[in-house]
């Protein structure tokens, strides 16, 4: 699965810094893969780098979900579950909705129009019923909505925890149902958000696409159209 790039900084890069860089492309491309084995001696030799900047990198990484380490036994690449693909969807719909709702009513014009254009393509591949366009188009708008957030502090905080949720959930792909009227729907009706410049009705949609529970479900409502919740809670 396309993983959004990352938008680093201007500022320099400390070794620690890199070194995630460096490990996390390598897992996102697959030369790392799920399990296999991370050590010291290894990753100084093909990083170049001190022990300390790359346990510190694998700390880092281990927060976000991409390593995992038992003391004394190994530190590997996460080993995806699938029993954990619904808590993956709700914990992206809960941070990307959130980006969502700031950024959407601070866009230009220009940067609606790119936001739609991602937003089509993800409607066109739920109306194909084609999975691979999905996570491509799912990627991308991802990355867009990250790459627009205004606020820095928590575009710090879900930048590289939304991208690893998302390579997790793209290694347990094929136990993934998918509704894929539901995807086509919410997408048109987020097109129609983010015309509107409603950060709200915005941030519901994304967290409906994604599954999460809504207000109205936790009350046995269960409402076809989240558009309707979304007027309800700006009302």
């Not at 400390?14 to 991370?38: C, F, N, Q, S």
């Not at 990250?146 to 136990?175: E, K, Q, S, W």
């Not at 509107?196 to 999460?212: Q, S, T, W």
Request: glycine share 6%.
């Amino acid at each position: 699965m396309p993983i959004p790039e990352p938008h680093h900084s201007p500022r320099r890069r400390t070794l620690r810094r890199e070194a995630a860089d460096l490990i996390r492309e390598a897992i996102y491309a697959g030369v790392l893969k799920p399990g296999e084995a991370l050590g010291d001696h290894e990753l100084q030799s093909w990083l170049g780098f001190s022990r300390t900047p790359i346990r510190e990198a694998l700390n880092d990484l281990e927060r976000i979900g991409l390593i995992e380490m038992s003391p004394q036994r190994y530190t590997r690449v996460f080993v995806p579950r699938p029993e954990d693909r619904v808590p993956i969807l709700h914990s992206l719909g809960a941070l990307l909705g959130g980006v969502a709702s700031l950024t959407i009513p601070t866009t230009t014009g220009s940067e609606r129009d790119e936001l739609v254009t991602t937003f089509l393509a993800i409607e066109d591949a739920a109306t194909a019923t084609d999975r691979d366009a999905l996570e491509r188009t799912t990627a991308a708008s991802v990355d867009l909505l990250l790459a627009l957030c205004p606020n820095h502090i928590l575009l710090d905080g879900v930048r590289d925890l939304a991208m690893g949720l998302l390579y997790r959930l793209a290694a347990v792909r094929d136990d993934l149902e998918i509704d894929w009227a539901a995807i086509a729907t919410g997408s048109q009706l987020l097109v129609e958000a983010t015309y509107e410049n409603d950060g709200v009705k915005a941030g519901l949609l994304v967290a409906k696409i994604f599954r999460m529970p809504t207000p109205g479900a936790a009350t046995g409502i269960q409402p076809e159209r989240v558009e309707a919740l979304a007027n309800t809670s700006t009302s």
